[in-house]
């Protein structure tokens, strides 16, 4: 499933980009689903990190394109920014916030499909790379190689990751399922480690970096931990 937002205060070009969008996926047939808005204040208050790609017109009259992709970028680093525009300077500042690429308007079937090749093929490489979370405070998405470890406490999941702490409710056996990542280990029944992190295994502990961050280790999975990172590191060359 492709999950795609089309942001345009002008109503005739935000019908025609979610035909292109339908048109290109049926043709393909590909699984999507879109959703759209007629300002940046809709798509983020309060954003929800469950899309794909964005397609983001840059002028609108109360929150314009730039803004409200600094706010998207604010809360999720992966999703693919792609501005609608009629004038190409404007566009350009585009790469301030890492957005992907721009169409000028109006826009026309076969740029769209141009696109949306290129999106694909991103898409592809950032397949299981990331995963949409819902989080005490809304949703998320969450780049695999940003999570250091994971812990079960008080009937609830705490996430340590490179942007800050999340709690998410549910299993750490759920949690690992939504992975499905080999970097990934359950080294404590209370425990799940990101292996690219692991830095030192000592006695009924492993060590985590950044910080040399402790985290217990069962002793009848110590030989299994250090059988798959032997393997991950493997892999890594």
Same mark, same amino acid.
């Given at each position: 499933?492709?999950?795609?937002?089309?942001?345009?205060?002008?109503?005739?070009?935000?019908?025609?980009?979610?035909?292109?969008?339908?048109?290109?996926?049926?043709?393909?047939?590909?699984?999507?689903?879109?959703?759209?808005?007629?300002?940046?204040?809709?798509?983020?208050?309060?954003?929800?990190?469950?899309?794909?790609?964005?397609?983001?017109?840059?002028?609108?009259?109360?929150?314009?394109?730039?803004?409200?992709?600094?706010?998207?970028?604010?809360?999720?680093?992966?999703?693919?920014?792609?501005?609608?525009?009629?004038?190409?300077?404007?566009?350009?500042?585009?790469?301030?916030?890492?957005?992907?690429?721009?169409?000028?308007?109006?826009?026309?079937?076969?740029?769209?499909?141009?696109?949306?090749? @290129?999106? +694909?093929? /991103?898409?592809?490489?950032?397949?299981?790379?990331?995963? $949409?979370?819902? &989080? !005490?405070?809304?949703?998320? #998405?969450?780049?695999?190689?940003?999570?250091?470890?994971?812990?079960?406490?008080?009937?609830?999941?705490?996430?340590?990751?490179?942007?800050?702490?999340?709690?998410?409710?549910?299993?750490?056996?759920?949690?690992?399922?939504?992975?499905?990542?080999?970097?990934?280990?359950?080294?404590?029944?209370?425990?799940?480690?990101?292996? @690219?992190? +692991?830095? /030192?295994?000592?006695?009924?502990?492993?060590?985590?970096? $950044?910080?040399? &961050? !402790?985290?217990?280790?069962? #002793?009848?999975?110590?030989?299994?931990?250090?059988?798959?990172?032997?393997?991950?590191?493997?892999?890594?060359?």
């Amino acid at each position: 499933m492709i999950h795609i937002a089309i942001v345009e205060d002008e109503a005739v070009e935000r019908d025609r980009i979610k035909e292109y969008a339908q048109r290109f996926a049926q043709e393909r047939q590909l699984p999507v689903q879109i959703r759209t808005f007629s300002d940046g204040v809709g798509i983020v208050s309060p954003y929800e990190a469950v899309y794909d790609v964005i397609f983001l017109d840059i002028q609108m009259k109360i929150l314009d394109g730039l803004k409200t992709a600094e706010a998207i970028r604010a809360k999720d680093e992966e999703v693919i920014l792609v501005f609608i525009t009629n004038m190409v300077q404007y566009a350009l500042k585009g790469y301030a916030v890492n957005a992907s690429n721009f169409i000028l308007k109006p826009v026309t079937y076969f740029a769209f499909v141009q696109e949306m090749r @290129q999106i +694909l093929k /991103k898409l592809a490489q950032k397949k299981s790379r990331s995963v $949409p979370l819902k &989080v !005490e405070d809304g949703m998320i #998405r969450l780049a695999l190689h940003d999570l250091y470890y994971a812990e079960m406490t008080n009937r609830k999941v705490l996430l340590h990751t490179r942007g800050g702490a999340y709690t998410v409710t549910g299993t750490l056996l759920k949690l690992e399922e939504l992975l499905d990542d080999d970097r990934f280990f359950r080294c404590h029944s209370g425990f799940l480690v990101n292996m @690219q992190y +692991l830095h /030192k295994i000592q006695g009924t502990s492993v060590l985590l970096n $950044p910080g040399n &961050v !402790e985290v217990p280790l069962s #002793r009848h999975k110590k030989k299994e931990l250090e059988t798959r990172l032997i393997q991950y590191l493997q892999e890594q060359l």
